[in-house]
C-alpha cells in the first residue's frame, strides 16, 4: 500500500441498546482521494457508518483508526473531525445560527481562524456555490435548497480533506438537485455519498460500495452512466424525490 489510509474502520460491530444490530465484523480503509457512492437499503445502516466514523456512536467492538492510528476519545476524534467533514441528511440539523455567514464561518472560526479570516474563507466558499450575498440572509427563512447548499458551505469552508455527505439530493427540486452534482462533479475532494440516486452517484463518484445484511460490500463495479439500468446487482438503488 503506497498511502495511509485516511481513516478505517477495524472490525466494527454496532448495534442499538434496543439489541438492533446494525453493523458486523466491518473493515473498511478510505484512501486518499477515493470518491465513492454508497448505497443501500433503507435501514441497512449507512447513516450509523457515518456517525461512528465521526465518533458519534461508539461501537461495541472494533475501532476507527485516523493516519493508521487507534482513536480513543472525544479529543482525538475532534482532530478526525478538522480532516473529515460530514454533511448531515437533514440541512436543519447542520444550520443553528441566526444568518448564513455566522453558520459558515462557525467552522473556520473553530479551527483557530482569526474572525476576519474565517469571514473571507467563507465568503469565498459562499461565492463557489452560487451563494453570493447570500452572507446576511436569515438562515431560518431560506429554502429547503437554500438550506441545503448552505449546510454544504459550512462544511466546505473547512477544506476538509474527506467529505461524508449523507443522502445530500433527497427531497430537493431538481434544479437544486442539478446544482449540487455540477458543485460535487468539479469539486476534487474526496468523498463518500449515501444515496439511492443512482444517476446521482454515478455524476459524483467513481466507485460503490453497499451495505448487505450488515457487512460492507466494496468491490461493486462502478458502471457507466448509460447503463444505469442494467445493473448487474439485485438490489440497485433507485431514484426518488420524497
Ligand atoms: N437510536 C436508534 N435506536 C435504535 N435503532 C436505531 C436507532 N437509530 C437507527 N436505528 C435503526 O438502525 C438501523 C440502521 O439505521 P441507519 O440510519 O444507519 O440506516 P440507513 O441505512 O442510513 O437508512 P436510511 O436510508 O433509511 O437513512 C435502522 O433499522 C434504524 O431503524
Not at 465513492?36 to 437499503?41: A, E, Q
Amino acid at each position: 500500500m503506497s498511502e495511509t489510509p485516511i481513516f478505517a474502520l477495524q472490525d466494527v460491530s454496532f448495534a442499538y441498546p434496543s439489541g438492533h444490530a446494525v453493523l458486523h465484523d466491518v473493515n473498511f480503509a478510505f484512501e486518499p482521494g477515493q470518491k465513492i457512492g454508497l448505497y443501500g437499503t433503507n435501514g441497512s445502516g449507512k447513516t450509523t457508518l457515518f456517525h461512528i466514523v465521526m465518533g458519534l456512536m461508539a461501537p461495541q467492538r472494533g475501532k476507527v483508526l485516523f493516519h493508521g492510528r487507534a482513536v480513543r476519545g472525544e479529543k482525538e476524534f475532534q482532530a478526525l473531525r478538522r480532516e473529515v467533514g460530514m454533511v448531515l441528511q437533514n440541512a436543519e440539523d447542520q444550520l443553528f445560527n441566526p444568518t448564513v455567514l455566522d453558520d459558515v464561518a462557525f467552522g473556520p472560526l473553530n479551527l483557530g481562524m482569526s474572525v476576519d479570516e474565517a469571514r473571507e474563507r467563507s465568503l469565498a466558499t459562499l461565492k463557489e456555490l452560487g451563494l453570493d450575498g447570500f452572507e446576511n440572509r436569515l438562515t431560518h427563512r431560506l429554502s429547503g435548497g437554500e438550506k441545503k447548499l448552505v449546510s454544504l458551505a459550512t462544511i466546505l469552508s473547512m477544506q476538509p480533506k474527506v467529505l461524508l455527505l449523507d443522502e445530500p439530493t433527497n427531497g430537493l427540486d431538481p434544479q437544486t438537485r442539478e446544482r449540487i452534482i455540477e458543485i460535487l462533479a468539479a469539486l476534487p475532494t474526496a468523498r463518500i455519498i449515501i444515496s439511492h440516486d443512482w444517476d446521482f452517484l454515478a455524476q459524483t463518484t467513481s466507485r460503490f460500495m453497499t451495505i448487505k445484511d450488515g457487512r460492507l460490500v466494496t468491490d461493486v463495479p462502478h458502471l457507466p452512466h448509460r447503463h444505469v439500468h442494467a445493473h448487474p446487482l439485485g438490489d440497485e438503488p433507485h431514484h426518488h424525490h420524497d
